[in-house]
Every structure is written in C-alpha cells, then in structure tokens.
C-alpha cells in the first residue's frame, strides 16, 4: 500500500494549483465573456488565498470527525465541482462564487497532505515533501503556459475546465487505497488510527493553544508571507509585462518561467534542509532572489525580463521549506495536524491581502513603485518568522510544563 500513497500524496499535489494559475494568463480573454474591472481582478487574485484560509482553519477541526484519506478525497470531489461549474457561470458573480468552491477544494487538500506525509512516511519526510512540494511546482507552472494555446484552439471554458481531468485522476489512488481498507482482511492495510503514525504509537500531544505560540506564529508569517508574494505575482505579473510591451503569450510563458523556477528548489531544498539543524542561512540567500528579482521588475521589466523573472522565481522556495518545518517542528501526528492548519490558515488570511493590495496602490499610484514597496516591506516580515519556526524547537514545547 505504501507506493499507492504515494502516488496518490503526488497526483494530489499536482492539482493543487491548476485552477488559480490558469487564469491569469487568460483574464482579457475571459473579459470578453464576463467584465472583468481592475478591482475584479485583484478580487479574483485574492479568492485563492482567502479560500485558503478559510479551510485551512476548518479542515483540522474536520480531522477529529473523519479520516484523512476520506477527508482528502471529499476535498478533490469540491475542487473539480468548483472548476466546472464556474466555466458554465453566466455572470462574473458566478464565476467568482464558483472559483471560491474549486479553490475550498484545494485549500482542504493543502492542509491535510503534510500529516498524510506524516502518518504513512515518517521516515522518509524529507523525501516525501520534496516529491509533492516539486509536484505542487509542476502543476503550478503547467497551466500558465498551456492557457492561451488551448484557449486559442478551442475556448477559455475548456481551457480551464480541462484541468480537473488531473484532479479526477487523482481520486483514483485515494479510492482503491480506501476500498482496500474497507474489504481487506489484513491488519497492516487496515486504517491508521489517529494516535498512531505508521503502527506506532505516537507521543500524546499536549493541550494547545496555537495563538499563543511563537512557533506557530513565525511559521505563519513565513509561509504567509511567502504566499502573498507569490500570488501578488501570479496576478499582476502578465499585466506588469504586459504593460511594458511583452505580448499576452510572452506574459504568459514569463509566468510558467516564475512557477518552474520552483521545481529544483522544491526538490532540494527539502532533502537538504531535513538534514540542518536550522535551515535559516537558505531563508537568506532566498530572500535575496526576492529582492534582486523585484528591482529588476520595477526598473527594467521589458529588458532581461527572463532574469528578473528567474530570480524572483527562485525567492518562494521558502514555501517547500516551511511545509517541511510543518513536520520537523513537530513530534506528533495531531500537533502537524494543528500546525498545519493554523500555519496555513492565518498565513493565508495574511496572503489574500497580497494581489488586492498590490492592484489597488498600483491604481491608487498609477505607477508600479509602491507595490513593490509593499512586498519589499513583507519580506521583511517573512525574515522574521522564518528566523523563528527555524530554531530547532517544537511547537509542543512551547505547551510543555514549567520545570
């Protein structure tokens, strides 16, 4: 059974970012069907983190009524009902309605797959988070460069509804392994209990309080952090190219280029990392990527575009590294349970500020400068919590008594 969860921890990383990156590319296509002002699409930039957020918060609680395995599945289910049904929305409300449902979808899964990495891969974590973060960074940079050219070839609604064929594939592992389960006779394949990580008995997890944790909050700010400029990019980078004299495709290939850039760090950083103590030397030369990228972009976006766009691209491999910290700053399957959630569901109520924010000082200014001022201002922020979740403590100690 190990290599069916694997497979299906993997294919379920793939699709969890195929519907936000997809559009992007294809929002002045899409206007032609359904208006789509500037504020709209900051709006439309921040559903993906808002979501986000919002079952980030809710899927930990969920875990204590059903398994993971079962909650995983229900949560690809709502992601490919979303992305279908908002192709076929009449209004832009609709669209916007529908694409928060695809993105509720993913926003679960984002939660549930670092304990599902925990309970069926303690030993090999680090290996395990490299495959899907890399996965993750795969199925991020794929849509953006094949929108316009299917949209081309047949129309936008395909083109984006044809990427919860990825998410059906996905289920597939989930149903056998869960079908396998039920009517298998076999003690090994029989479900993991909740107190126990790969048939052993897990430590018990103190009581906790994760809004009084310096860890839970400095995992929070770097994951959140590395978000809102990731998504700030993912909606403003074609119309920033755009503007400055790239056509939609260029824009388009320039924002696959962002996502790829991902995919050796995703696959590094993750095996490297498990193996320091504290990983915050490599949260320095990161944010550096971020900073060159970003000058880069502001000053001379039509010239060396490819450069800036690569450094920037390089910047978010904070985020492989602050999903493996999930399970390396924990020693229990419940506290990366609660870790994740709280992690994932502040930083993202922190992201979704990101692609609005930036849209509107960009309108407010009529110039990019004070965007990027604002993202300049977070990275700060991102050292911060990242200098904290790296320490080599536990999130349970921050409960443990007094001696």
Known sequence: MTWLFAAAIILTALTLRTAVTVVPPLISTINDDLPLSATTIGVLGMLPTASFALFGFLTPYVIRWASLERLIVLSIVVGVVGQIARVM????????????????????????????????????????????????????ALPAQFAVPVADATSWQFSLASWAGISTIALLPWLVALFSQRTTSDPASAPTPPDTVAGKVAPAAPKMNLWRSPTAWGLTFMFGCTSLNTYSLFAWLPEILTQAGLDRAHAGSMLALFGALGLPLSLGIPIIASKMRNPFPAVVVMLG??????????????????????????????FPLALLLINHRTRTQQGAGALSGFGQGMGYTIACLGPLLFGLLHQWTGSWTAPFIFLFISLLLLGAGAWIICRPKMLEDDFAPAP
């Open 89 to 140: 929305a009449p209004t832009t409300p609709l669209f916007l309605i529908f694409s928060v449902v695809a993105f509720g979808g993913l926003g679960a899964g984002n939660v549930l797959l670092p304990p599902l990495v925990k309970k069926h891969f303690p030993s090999k974590i680090g290996l395990m988070t490299a495959l899907y973060v890399t996965a993750i960074s795969v199925g991020t």
């Open 289 to 318: 990527c971020f900073v060159v990228g970003y000058l880069g972009l502001l000053l001379s976006p039509a010239q060396g575009t490819w450069i800036w766009v690569a450094f920037a691209g390089l910047g978010p491999g904070t």
